[in-house]
């Protein structure tokens, strides 16, 4: 079975600092990751995925992930935050040949004027 | 292009009784997975249905049933409602390939009294 730990249940920021969100899976087969942010009130998003290849991956807001096989991790960056980055994000994993998004408890991004 | 949509938004039940939520894919996808998220957690995977038929399912006791219909919309039954029933109910829609992105609806809030 699969395993998502955020480490982090919150995150404060000053806007325009820089920030890492926190995630490391357990698996004993190959995953794929994932990064969903949830907004008050509204469903989830997808912000990126780690399908194959490049081990860093972006998303069109500036953030970026990097997938780190022999930590079992995959955090979340971003270098400078906005306002409108404050949310809740959820890290997830999916096993290869399966269906099923394995979810972190998610971190509360907050940015700070 | 119609996202998913889900209705209804927020409902009250009492324990005993039984629920019905429903949810309409965005267009062109197939797939619809369920999703049970308590609060302060992570969304937890209960079903998913293609074709109409059941796909793959989490660790959800029986009295939560579903329907995929041939429009592909789908409902979710959850019968002998209990308090921890209580909860974001969300529905994601993707095309059937295991590495397509799950687009999730804003959720059903059911709160169990």
């Known amino acids: 079975a699969q395993s998502v730990t955020q480490l982090d249940s919150q995150v404060p920021v000053f806007e325009e600092a820089p920030v890492e969100l926190r995630c490391n899976y357990s698996?004993?087969?190959?995953?794929?990751l994932f990064w969903y942010v949830q907004y008050p009130n509204q469903g989830l998003q997808l912000l990126l995925k780690y399908l194959s290849g490049s081990t860093l991956v972006e998303s069109i807001n500036g953030f970026e992930a990097e997938f780190n096989k022999s930590q079992t991790s995959f955090h979340l960056r971003k270098p400078s935050v906005h306002i409108s980055d404050t949310a809740e994000y959820f890290c997830a994993v999916m096993r290869a040949g399966s269906y099923q998004l394995t979810f972190g408890k998610g971190t509360k991004l907050s940015v700070i004027p | 292009e119609t996202g998913v949509t889900q209705s209804p938004t927020h409902l009250i039940k009492t324990r005993g009784q039984q629920v019905t939520l429903r949810c309409s894919s965005q267009s062109g996808h197939n797939t619809v997975s369920w999703y049970q998220q308590a609060l302060g957690q992570g969304p937890q995977f209960i079903f998913q249905y293609y074709r109409e038929e059941e796909n793959g399912r989490g660790n959800f006791p029986p009295r939560f049933s579903g329907l995929q219909f041939p429009n592909y919309s789908s409902e979710l039954n959850v019968n002998a409602l209990e308090l921890d029933d209580s909860a974001l109910y969300l529905c994601?829609?993707?095309?059937?390939?295991?590495?397509?992105?799950?687009?999730f609806g804003p959720g059903t809030r059911l709160t169990v009294l």
């Open positions: 698996s004993s087969v190959s995953v794929y």
């Open positions: 994601a829609s993707s095309l059937p390939s295991m590495t397509d992105t799950q687009y």
